[in-house]
């Protein structure tokens, strides 16, 4: 193969990856036009696209729905906290698994990573009967649970995925010149896997905050979350506050990570890796 | 012209002492224990016990038996984990295909403007609900979607079970996406690209270089983005429930017709360790064949 | 909402019958706080106005998760604690409560306007106490979308045609208690206790190819209808009203063989709560006729009360005996509810495959 062949294989390749990255781009953002769309719907039901006229009616109703605001608070508060409890506990773990040195390395991984695997039905209905056994009653303690087991995998898994992927030979080399366990941990393998904690916790919040399944058995009459109180406004008829909702949350995060990128720099937060371009 | 083959990095010389591992461990497992393993076994337990039509789930006294298996071992329950198991490994692989190539994008290629806007877009994919980013799709590519003439004129019938298992694994996929991507940057940001540069400059056009390097050192990475991805996509439930017309049926479906007015949750329990065994023993698979081909996950 | 001469002249009527069975004689009492599980939508709409309209009861509504079905596992969890005074079902979860003795037993005592009710449709543990309030009437019944539907149907036989390929939306084993697979027995010479009829033709129609969409949930079939997506069906009352206020429909209530199945909603009083008395006096009021009226006009399902007038939007609702006998099959729901488990495992193994 000639260099001229070469560089030609690689300019058709280079085309063709441009074009696959612009038809996937162009999928993945369409069903985030189509629930603008949806949001400012003037129908009051599901209908064919494009819509016929736009309304701000759902803004609206989510403004006027009392119980938004409580269980929009109560979603927050579960979701923070459990994002928390994720990062701690599941950096934690996966540090361990990482560094092996005991038996059933394999199986430990496996059953951090199951929860993923049991539906979200399946789960709300066993904490159910479980905590209400050993006489735990409270909503937002059951809640809590709830979220923390559903979202701890995603940390977990994220955060072994970054350390699997590092040069061991860094942390060996910190050691070899002096440093402790612990120093070498702080200053050498944290920075590396820091992507993948915050990764992970992004995808521990955000399922947190989406989840109904598991959420709608672990309420209760005081205590609620936002997606199952939206849900459950619907009887027979589709409510389009949620899509309201999913816009005035993408508004958000589009506010949150401009500011990010102006002050922190996105580069600074998830790292950067060893190798900068 | 030879592969170019990369030196493993060689396992750590200094032992980690296992006291200090458990310990990490510790409040881990306390979780995954208290508020999963047990409810889990008070699941199996559920299971076992005999079902009163009419009832809420089990009697308290209810005796125990295996009925709520037995009844699995048809043809019909056997044909939803096929369908539930082949759509979730196909969207995974696909998801991985086209996450790598926008990761390494990301990473290497893009600046850090264009680097954070399409960080942004994947995390915002990742907070977007399940519920309306699948009636989104719904109303794209569904059957009365903007796509329907499209499909009309290729002779598609956007009712046929053919195309709405298509729009099942569409919806799998979009899911599945952002998220191999995010835990793919992690991954690739720790590669050296000289390494590429080095088997570009020494002949290698940039597509055998990165299938050569690229790839296989990110293999720990892909390999545990596809688990990320085939756990999300067997569990998947609204999925298939919206765009699979109530038709394509995954285990999801199968267990909430239990636990819905007919409260058949011995059964529903069975399905679910069912479900649980089953796919703990192909996902552990699908590492091991990892492991044994050298690479450490 | 208007408040006509004759609704307030009626309205101060009830009120005075209403005053006999409530002790509001004396000084005015503090609102008793009591907690209810109602459905969401139109239905919580009809049942806060009808609290608005006394003073003795304030409520913490909780809505039920898709379905009554989400509630059960809560009670069975705190069981013998519970958290709701009332809970708002219809035959599928009153039978499953009733089984488990959740329920308290109601009598005329309690609820004196229960004599209003057509006793038939009262729900019985097997002494035969009553246990459970209907409050309304709904109807399960064939339909289809008058713009969209590809011709009108008339009898079962018009659902196998080839016109509607894709264009039914099914219920799934989860809806109407499986009452769609008694409509295929029915037409077929055989009824909920013979069964083989039914699943004879529902194993044709599946493989026909015409059923576009099994619904699992009560939005599932709106929302096929409303986007367009199928046009013929065959499901509950609050689905067919969400459809109607936008679209023009016609309701197979009164077509000769295609049968309408009628199911309750209504009321089940909640035991080891400490405010039995209160929820039975609003429950009482709830089902006067003119709170009957105004949850039929706010709800979309035809009052119970026969002192009630049926609004005319709800007419296909509305038999005359004749009428009854001929269309509106009631089906042993004693067998029905037994059934459920069996036949929701049946359709799993049998006809999804089809699909």
């Known amino acids: 193969m000639n260099g001229r062949t070469k560089r030609l294989g690689d300019r058709i390749l280079g085309g063709a990856m441009v074009a696959m990255l612009a038809l996937m781009l162009a999928f993945l953002v369409t069903p985030l036009l189509v629930t603008c769309l949806l949001a400012f719907d003037s129908r009051s039901f599901l209908g064919p696209l494009p819509p016929p006229a736009l309304s701000l009616r759902w803004f609206e109703r989510l403004a006027s729905l009392d119980y938004v605001a409580t269980g929009l608070a109560t979603s927050l508060k579960i979701a923070l906290l459990a994002t928390v409890i994720d990062v701690l506990v599941g950096t934690a773990a996966a540090v361990a698994l990482d560094r092996g040195g005991f038996r059933g390395r394999g199986l430990l991984m496996a059953a951090f990573l199951s929860p993923l695997i049991v539906p979200a039905v399946v789960i709300g209905l066993a904490l159910l009967l479980f905590l209400s056994r050993i006489g735990v009653i409270d909503g937002f303690t059951r809640l809590l649970c709830g979220h923390v087991v559903i979202t701890l995998p995603y940390v977990v898994r994220t955060v072994l995925a970054s350390l699997a992927g590092r040069d061991r030979r860094l942390t060996e080399a910190a050691l070899v010149l002096g440093a402790t366990e612990r120093q070498a941990f702080w200053s050498v393998t944290l920075p590396l896997i820091r992507s993948g904690m915050v990764t992970g916790a992004v995808f521990a919040f955000a399922v947190s905050l989406d989840d109904v399944a598991v959420s709608m058995f672990l309420t209760d009459p005081s205590t609620y979350t936002l997606p199952v109180a939206l849900v459950s406004s619907m009887r027979a008829s589709f409510d389009l506050s949620i899509a309201a909702a999913a816009v005035l949350l993408m508004a958000v995060t589009a506010v949150l990570i401009i500011v990010l990128e102006r002050f922190v720099g996105f580069d600074r937060l998830l790292g950067q890796g060893l190798f900068r371009s | ?297 | 909402m208007t408040m006509t001469r004759r609704s307030l002249l009626s309205l101060i009527g009830a009120s005075g019958a209403v005053g006999l069975a409530s002790p509001l004689l004396g000084p005015a009492q503090a609102a008793t706080g009591l907690t209810a599980a109602e459905w969401g939508g139109d239905v919580v709409e009809a049942m806060k106005q009808i609290a608005a309209k006394q003073n003795l009861a304030q409520f913490n509504w909780v809505l039920h998760q898709g379905g009554a079905g989400a509630i059960l596992p809560k009670i069975k969890a705190a069981w013998p604690k519970v958290d709701y005074d009332y809970i708002a079902g219809w035959e599928g979860s009153f039978n499953s409560m009733i089984a488990e003795d959740w329920v308290e037993t109601i009598t005329a005592a309690d609820v004196p306007n229960l004599a209003d009710i057509p006793e038939k449709i009262m729900m019985r543990d097997a002494k035969g106490n009553v246990k459970a309030v209907p409050r309304a009437v709904g109807g399960i019944y064939f339909g289809y979308r008058t713009d969209t539907a590809p011709f009108a149907v008339t009898k079962i036989d018009d659902l196998f045609d080839k016109r509607l390929k894709g264009a039914i939306c099914w219920p799934g084993p989860t809806q109407s208690m499986m009452l769609q697979i008694v409509a295929l027995a029915l037409q077929g010479g055989g009824n909920e206790s013979n069964m083989e009829p039914g699943w004879k033709l529902m194993k044709d129609l599946a493989k026909s190819g015409n059923i576009g969409r099994i619904a699992v949930t009560d939005v599932d079939f709106t929302n096929s209808f409303t986007s367009g997506e199928t046009s013929v069906g065959f499901f509950a009352e609050p689905s067919w009203a969400a459809v109607a206020k936008n679209f023009k429909i016609t309701r197979l209530t009164k077509q000769a063989g295609m049968a309408t199945f009628l199911y309750q909603s209504g009321f089940a009083v909640m035991k080891n709560r400490p405010n039995r008395k209160a929820t039975c006096d609003f429950i009482n009021f709830a089902i006067s006729p003119e709170m009957s009226a105004l949850y039929a006009k706010v709800a979309g399902e035809a009052p119970l009360n026969g002192k009630a007038a049926i609004p005319p939007e709800l007419a296909h609702l509305a038999f005359t005996p004749k009428e009854f006998d001929s269309f509106v099959h009631v089906p042993d729901y004693k067998v029905v509810l037994s059934q459920q488990d069996a036949w929701a495992k049946r359709w799993e193994s049998d006809i999804a495959p089809l699909l």
């Open chain 2, 1 to 297: 012209m030879s592969a170019v083959t990369i030196a493993r990095p060689q396992e750590l010389a200094i032992p980690a002492p296992a006291r200090m591992s458990l310990l990490l461990l510790a409040p881990g497992l306390l979780i995954l224990l208290s508020i999963f393993a047990l409810p889990l076994l008070g699941l199996v337990l559920e299971s076992l016990k005999q079902y009163v039509p009419g009832r809420v789930g089990s009697a308290v006294d209810a005796s125990l038996t295996l009925e709520n298996y037995r009844e699995l071992a048809t043809p019909s329950f056997a044909g939803v984990l096929y369908e539930t198991f082949k759509l979730s490994a196909a969207a995974s692989l696909a998801g991985l295909m086209a996450a790598f190539p926008l990761a390494y994008c990301i990473v290497r290629r893009f600046s850090p403007r264009q680097r954070a806007a399409c960080i942004g877009l994947l995390v915002m994919l990742v907070l977007l609900s399940m519920l309306v980013r699948t009636y989104a799709l719904e109303l794209a590519f569904g059957s009365v979607g903007i796509a329907r003439p499209l499909l009309l004129a290729l002779g598609i019938s956007p009712t046929s079970r053919g195309y709405i298992e298509v729009l099942v694994e569409a919806g799998l996929l979009h899911a599945v996406m952002p998220i191999c991507t995010l835990t793919l940057l992690g991954t690739i940001q720790n590669i050296d690209p000289r390494l590429c540069d080095a088997a570009q400059s020494l002949g290698a056009p940039a597509w055998k270089a990165h299938l050569g390097i690229t790839v296989p050192l990110a293999l720990p990475g892909l390999v545990s983005a596809f688990l990320i991805a085939m756990t999300f996509a067997i569990s998947a439930f609204v999925i298939p429930m919206v765009l699979g017309k109530g038709r394509v049926l995954f285990l999801s479906n199968t267990i909430y017709t239990r636990f819905s007015d007919v409260a058949n949750y011995p059964s529903g329990a069975a399905v679910s360790i069912a479900m649980l065994v089953i796919s703990l023993l192909v996902l552990s698979l699908a590492s091991l064949a990892h492991r044994g081909k050298g690479a450490r996950s």
